[in-house]
């Protein structure tokens, strides 16, 4: 159910369904930022998370080192919402951007054009080559990374199923738009 208040109107509704109705519109919730947005403490948000998820309402995914949250509603697979998570964090995005908008690039390049460390960027490519977001050049000493063909596909699925206020959309139309 999602709520779609105006800020009067959301004085008058519970805490825990402003909450529910965040995460609806904003898929791969993190805890932090709901403590930003709703003005509370980080253990008050992760309690009535908790609360919403034992009562069914959300799950939760661990991607990285960051928890996310999705509706219940949503039917989005776990690709998906791994995709979303991905989607969530600055320096993965930042990665996976950079290889759709320059085919064929190296580990070592993206962290120089980035500016954030190898370390990182080799982090992060072996769970994007899992889950079939990027394919690498086989055979070489050194890895070309490409986004993968049936990225671009599975991608615009998902961007059916996501409210048209979503934050991620954005992300999503520039790769699936994306030369390659």
């Known amino acids: ?3 779609g208040l105006d800020a009067t109107s959301q ?3 519970p805490l825990r369904m402003q909450m529910y109705d965040y995460v609806q519109r904003n898929p791969a919730a993190h805890i932090l930022e709901m403590a930003e947005r709703f003005q509370l403490t ?3 948000v992760m309690y009535h998370l908790s609360l919403l998820e034992d009562e069914g309402y959300v799950l939760s ?3 990285g080192k960051r928890r996310v ?3 219940t509603q949503g039917h989005f697979t776990l690709w998906e ?3 979303l998570a991905i989607l969530a964090l600055q320096e993965a995005r930042s990665i996976l951007e950079h290889v759709a908008t320059h085919p064929g690039t190296f580990p070592r390049e993206i962290a120089r054009e980035l500016g954030i460390s190898e370390t990182t960027v080799k982090r992060y490519v072996p769970e994007l080559l899992r889950l079939y977001v990027l394919t690498e050049e086989e055979g070489s000493f050194r890895r070309r990374l490409w986004l993968a063909p ?3 596909r599975r991608a615009s699925g998902l961007l059916a199923k996501l409210p048209a206020d979503a934050r991620p959309i ?3 139309q520039a790769l699936v738009a994306a030369e390659g």
């Open 81 to 83: 919402r791994e995709i």
């Open 69 to 71: 949250h999705f509706d």
């Open 150 to 152: 049936s990225f671009r």
């Open 1 to 3: 159910m999602e709520l």
């Open 170 to 172: 954005a992300h999503l």
């Open 42 to 44: 980080h253990p008050t």
């Open 11 to 13: 004085a008058k509704v």
């Open 61 to 63: 995914t661990l991607w």
